[in-house]
């Protein structure tokens, strides 16, 4: 237990004090919290929100003294008075899971896989305070229950990868509320989960929050979360606070240029902003010579306006394949070896030309498969497949080949889906040279434009983009071979919601000037009713709901397209 | 569906597998024994010094190497098939009988040699990689460069020299003092004197890679997420290290021992011939010289069942240190 300088419960519960810290890590290196400076009061929620390499992780380690090796640390972490910065090491560890718990953003890998979840959680017990063994248990039971586990008896004794995703997030909420700590530090504790999960926690963190009387510092990256459920948000930039602001009125009163461009970039449904209407706000930071950052907010005008009013042609109702679409999919099923369940469910969908289908589910729902099917990249595919009026699901060797020229995918992961070894200018052009199309350089330097990216791009490797950067190479190789047909699979989830206004821009604008047909995959909602003219929700393998851009989210007809929308509202 | 039905199935499934892999270990080794010149008459007729072409050829048929390769071949599979390894033609002896002899003794300097290459190299990956690329970590990668690359019967001889012979430590050879204590502690002592040297020639080499196999995984075991979770929850670097970082870093360890058995047990031999240790090594090599097939093809089986039996055992190891790893 540490000594309370102030035992009166006015002061703040902790306090950031110009608090400097750099890395000298081969990885990494340079200034991540720049002389930073806040309050947490007690008993409140504070956001911390910011986009990727902004510094809130550093901070948010910082105070449980977790940073790796190599690191440097200044300022003042006054904890309840106390500072933590240069404090002994055996009375950090008093703290830590005592008074301050902390959560993380990957329940999966936060979790040691060898052991049970109700020995992890007994760890902290056992560590900080004299309990029996059989004592903990039932206090381990108690804490399952508190979190919203179902069947603590039995869950008590499984291992973290037999819980579902959010189940092994509340048993993490568990550890780090077993002591009943003042305070609770959740680092990003949503991002890797659905969006009805991400609701249920966070309002368990408020909850727990609200019965124990403790702080909570939320890290987060999404502003309509924060905004949904904290008191007061700092918004950090390069590892400094630009500004604090009441959460209540974070989309309204912020003032500084980059909240203004962060609260224009991030989509919320209940917006309604489309493709058609209006283009996102870009925010663009620059160093100034005197080191000074300025940033710069700009909407680019729409190049074409005009594609929502396309005819709408005969929807999946329409018996046989639709010759004029440019994607018609049949009863297509797709059935993993050893599964219980089809991974797809006999789907049928029909993808109008010039059109763009947006597909929403949560994960595990088969979009995925659904879209690695209709590109022929698995096997266990039954059903009709039609692109442009010819068979996809039979073509063979050259055949599919040729089809392959027509339908193309950009990947989630701009990391992974690009080939380390090959730079930029081989991985454009050999599509085009296995395709046999002349005036490669040409070509490759064109679409290189067209995306965004300089021409001195072609010689350098994909480790040296950034991740936006990345996914626009990931567009331009789809699109180098003039595809009539893009399947997008959760194109813009790993980027940060500045990056994210931007790919969502370029594509609105390159599928109204490619003439291209998308079929949209997505699990978030907003981005969904931004790019998309029809919209189709996917639940267990199967459509369980169709409509328009604006009458699906107004009057949605299946419960579980509700229950989606109740989620992120 | 139960771990313990798992494992059963898992046990069922490898003895399946076995049957046929024996079957093709036996056949294989025959034909390779029939391309070396000579056969044990010859031997034992060089052995006594005198020996008439008909007393060599009456030695002959009577151990049935007259007949053609092919029904020798089905004579010894029917010798399996009636669950015997047939008679070794020097001795009169039943294979099994000579061979189950030797089999503890294999055993056991294997078994020695684990634990010591497990320990040593546990504790010294361990200290390496908590220490990594400080002065105790540089030293001891040197040391376990030198252990991998030395052969293993030099180091034997080295030993030999150093401890037997000038140091008068440990015995260079045998596995009891004859006419020694035959029970309790002085026994144990006795054996214990006498594996020491053998032991660690055999483990030696292995030490070398369980220490740079354990400071890799506890350098990449550190980085997880979950260590991390560990220092929040405030648990002691002790503990984090012990529970956290060491006991993940157990399951690769396994996975390379048990990958690692049946290169052991060819090692077993040199270092049974250098320190005339009664093992299955050292009757492989006299049955070599002495061109005894049925001794050799039965150590073959025998050592192929063990490999297999290790390898299983690992497999249901590995299950239990990882319970996400299914046994399948």
């Known amino acids: 237990m540490m000594h309370r300088l102030d035992p009166g419960m006015t002061s703040p519960l902790l306090q950031l004090r110009n608090l400097r810290v750099s890395y000298d890590a081969p990885l990494r290196n340079g200034v991540a919290v720049g002389g930073l400076d806040l309050e947490v009061e007690r008993g409140e929620t504070l956001a911390l929100v910011g986009e990727s390499g902004c510094g809130k992780s550093t901070t948010a380690l910082s105070v449980l003294g977790l940073l790796p090796a190599h690191t440097e640390i200044s300022g003042q972490i006054l904890f309840d008075g106390g500072d933590l910065v240069g404090m002994a090491p055996e009375r950090l560890r008093a703290l830590r899971g005592r008074q301050i718990g902390m959560i993380f953003q990957e329940p999966m890998t936060s979790l040691n896989p060898v052991y049970t979840i109700g020995r992890q959680i007994a760890e902290v017990l056992h560590e900080h305070t004299d309990i029996s063994a059989a004592a903990a248990r039932r206090r381990v039971l108690e804490l399952l229950e508190q979190v919203g586990i179902p069947d603590p008896a039995h869950r008590i004794d499984a291992y973290p990868h037999e819980l579902s995703g959010g189940q092994r997030q509340r048993a993490m909420i568990a550890m780090a509320i077993a002591l009943r700590p003042r305070l609770l530090i959740a680092d990003e504790p949503t991002t890797a989960l659905d969006s009805t999960t991400q609701m249920q926690i966070l309002e368990l963190i408020d909850g727990l929050r609200r019965e124990l009387g403790m702080s909570v510092l939320l890290i987060s990256h999404d502003l309509p979360l924060v905004r949904a459920w904290s008191d007061r948000v700092v918004v950090m930039h390069h590892g400094q606070k630009m500004e604090t602001l009441k959460s209540r009125d974070l989309f309204e009163a912020g003032r500084h240029p980059y909240t203004r461009g962060l609260i224009s970039a991030s989509i919320r449904l209940s917006d309604e902003r489309h493709y058609t209407t209006s283009r996102l706000a870009e925010v663009r930071a620059h160093r100034a010579a005197n080191d000074e950052f300025r940033f710069e907010l700009h909407t680019p005008p729409g190049r074409i306006a005009a594609t929502a009013s396309a005819p709408d042609l005969p929807g999946p109702d329409a018996a046989g394949p639709d010759a004029s679409a440019a994607l018609d999919v049949r009863d297509l099923t797709v059935r993993y070896p050893g599964a219980d369940r089809p991974a797809v469910d006999g789907v049928s969908f029909t993808l109008a030309r010039n059109q763009t289908l947006g597909l929403v589910g949560e994960s595990g729902s088969g979009k995925s498969s659904l879209s690695r099917a209709i590109m022929r990249l698995i096997p266990g595919v039954t059903g009709e497949i039609s692109l442009l009026g010819k068979d996809l699901a039979g073509a063979q060797g050259a055949g599919l080949r040729q089809a392959r020229r027509h339908i193309q995918m950009v990947f989630q992961d701009p990391y992974a889906s690009l080939n380390p070894r090959q730079t930029v200018g081989d991985i454009l052009g050999n599509p085009l040279k296995l395709h046999g199309i002349a005036e490669r350089g040409e070509r490759v330097r064109q679409m290189l434009d067209r995306v965004g990216l300089p021409a001195s791009s072609v010689d350098r490797y994909p480790h040296e983009f950034s991740g936006g950067q990345r996914q626009r190479i990931g567009i331009a190789r789809a699109l180098i071979l003039q595809p009539d047909v893009l399947i997008c699979d959760e194109p813009v989830s790993a980027l940060d919601v500045s990056i994210q206004a931007q790919i969502l821009n370029l594509l609105a604008d390159i599928r109204a000037e490619f003439g291209l047909s998308m079929l949209f995959i997505s699990h978030d909602l907003a981005v969904v009713q931004y790019v998309s003219d029809k919209v189709m929700v996917m639940q267990r393998g199967k459509i369980v709901d169709t409509g328009d851009h604006t009458t699906i989210w107004r009057s949605p007809r299946h419960p579980y397209t509700k229950a989606l929308i109740a989620a992120v509202n | ?328």
């Open chain 2, 1 to 328: 569906m139960s771990r313990n039905r798992r494992i059963l199935l898992s046990l069922r499934r490898n003895l399946l597998q076995a049957i046929p892999t024996m079957f093709v270990i036996v056949t294989l080794g025959f034909f390779l024994m029939q391309l070396a010149p000579g056969d044990v008459a010859d031997y034992i007729a060089a052995e006594t010094g005198a020996a008439s072409e008909e007393g060599i050829h009456a030695l002959r048929v009577q151990f049935g190497l007259n007949l053609p390769v092919l029904e020798q071949l089905f004579a010894y599979y029917d010798n399996l098939a009636h669950f015997s390894l047939g008679i070794s033609p020097r001795y009169g002896a039943p294979v099994s009988d000579m061979i189950m002899a030797r089999v503890p003794g294999t055993l056991l300097l294997m078994g020695v040699a684990i634990a010591v290459a497990l320990l040593l190299g546990f504790a010294m990956g361990t200290t390496m990689a908590l220490l990594s690329r400080r002065l105790p970590d540089r030293l001891l990668s040197l040391l376990s460069l030198v252990f991998y690359s030395v052969p293993t019967f030099w180091i034997g001889l080295m030993l030999i020299v150093l401890f037997s012979v000038h140091l008068g430590l440990f015995p260079s050879g045998g596995a009891r003092t004859i006419g020694g204590p035959s029970e309790g502690w002085d026994w144990f002592v006795d054996r214990l004197r006498y594996i020491t040297l053998p032991a660690l020639t055999l483990g030696l080499n292995y030490v070398a890679i369980y220490a740079r196999l354990t400071r890799a995984a506890v350098i990449e075991a550190q980085r997880h997420d979950y260590v991390r979770t560990a220092i929040a929850k405030g648990l002691t670097p002790a503990r984090v290290i012990r529970r956290h970082v060491l006991r993940n870093a157990l399951t690769p360890i396994a996975a390379l021992t048990g990958a690692k058995v049946a290169g052991m047990l060819g090692g077993a031999i040199v270092v049974e011939t250098v320190f005339s240790w009664p093992g299955m090594g050292r009757l492989a090599y006299e049955a070599i010289l002495a061109r005894e097939y049925p001794v050799l093809l039965g150590i073959l089986l025998v050592s192929s069942a063990l490999v297999i039996v290790a390898n299983a055992l690992f497999d249901i190891l590995q299950s239990l240190l990882d319970p996400r790893v299914e046994v399948s």
